[in-house]
């Protein structure tokens, strides 16, 4: 049996360090916002090349802070990829701002810069674009929209830690970006846990308070703010996976590498890969119109797979009593995409195991 993802295979060889770590803070006793958090914000930040780090609660608070703290709400409009977890949308609409969906390349899964302009209307602020499944969206044209017409560029980078576009990371590439460290991110914690990176000295100044009651000096509120922070345990153990982040994405690289060759001229569609980018793999997502017929082919032959995502966002019932506008590729995705293993200790004979199964 391969396991889709296995949490265990994840973190078993960090566990001595994750042991060390936790007993660390055990004997601090100090939990919240201490120097694990503060070595962490600081090793994350350089780590993306960005000026600032702001660790929150986990990522869907980090998207939806970030725009809270450039004072984007009601009456506003977010462009969103019409493809993602729904986390993206509901960061715009807890911030009470109107989610505006625009329809991906469908090889790279990732925002068409092409469509974008033809969605902006006086009430856009901000671009949100996702690297979704590891890969980096297109920056350089959204970010010249972006200036053109005065808005925020927020990436979601909940699926890219330590992904490359042009040689600038993730986390470093627009105003402004959210992570998340849920545990199966290719940076995970052992529990909940997000963060924000940015260059920009206002913005993190404002995130700062924001996650913590609106304080920075202790029992005085400047602003109306949240508690979203991540703890001093959760900052250890990803300190010590920071560390392995680099060469357990290398390993994912090596492991996608092997995909695409070994189903290469098969029954799937492989995914397309910008130039210039390095990619994290934080899924390995193919294509089929017998999607339904080739997940239960790897479940016959004991491959786990998953769907990312079955129902896209417009779809949702969350999202019901909107007029959305015609979304055709994120509804052919969501019937086609089939997410296979790909994780750090996954090996080479196992990637062989899942294509053949594929191949049929
Ligand atoms: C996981 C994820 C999030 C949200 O992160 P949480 O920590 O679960 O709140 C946001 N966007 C994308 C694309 C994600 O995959």
Not at 77 to 82: G, N, T
Request: charged letters at 20%; one cysteine or more.
């Amino acid at each position: 049996m391969i396991e889709f993802l296995s949490l265990k295979r994840v973190n078993a060889p960090h566990e001595a360090g994750i042991r060390q770590a936790i007993q660390r803070v055990i004997d601090s006793g100090w939990y919240i916002l201490g120097q694990e958090t503060e070595a962490f914000e600081r090793e994350f930040a350089e780590y993306c090349g960005a000026k600032h780090c702001i660790s929150v609660a986990n990522g869907l608070d980090a998207l939806h802070l970030v725009l809270r703290a450039y004072d984007i709400g009601a009456g506003d409009e977010v462009i969103v990829p019409s493809n993602t977890f729904i986390a993206t949308w509901l960061a715009v609409s807890q911030a009470g701002a109107t989610p505006v969906p625009v329809e991906p390349d469908a090889g790279t899964f990732n925002l068409d810069p092409a469509l974008i302009e033809a969605a902006i209307t006086p009430r856009t602020r901000a671009i949100m674009p996702v690297h979704l499944y590891g890969q980096p969206a297109d920056m350089d044209p959204i970010n010249a929209i972006a200036r053109k017409h005065g808005l925020r560029v927020i990436e979601d980078a909940a699926q890219a830690h330590g992904a490359r576009y042009k040689g600038k990371r993730a986390g470093s590439l627009g105003d402004a970006a959210g992570f998340s460290f849920y545990p199966g991110k290719n940076l995970g914690a052992l529990g909940d846990g997000g963060a924000i990176t940015t260059s920009d000295d206002t913005l993190a100044a404002t995130l700062r308070k924001m996650r913590n009651y609106g304080s920075s000096v202790k029992y005085r509120h400047d602003i109306p703010g949240v508690n979203s922070r991540l703890d001093e345990m959760q900052a250890a153990v990803l300190r010590v996976k920071l560390s392995h982040l680099d060469s357990e994405n290398a390993t994912r690289r090596a492991l996608a590498a092997e995909y695409l060759q070994a189903l290469r001229g098969g029954p799937v569609v492989l995914p397309t890969v910008l130039a210039d980018t390095e990619p994290v793999w934080h899924l390995m997502v193919v294509q089929s119109e017998q999607r339904e017929a080739l997940q239960a082919q790897l479940t016959r032959r004991e491959v786990g797979s998953m769907v990312h995502y079955p129902i896209a966002c417009h779809q949702q019932k969350a999202y019901a009593g909107s007029a959305w506008p015609a979304l055709p590729i994120a509804e052919r995705l969501q019937h086609q995409v089939l997410s296979l293993p790909i994780s750090p200790y996954l090996t080479s004979a196992e990637v062989r195991t899942v294509a053949d199964a594929v191949r049929g």
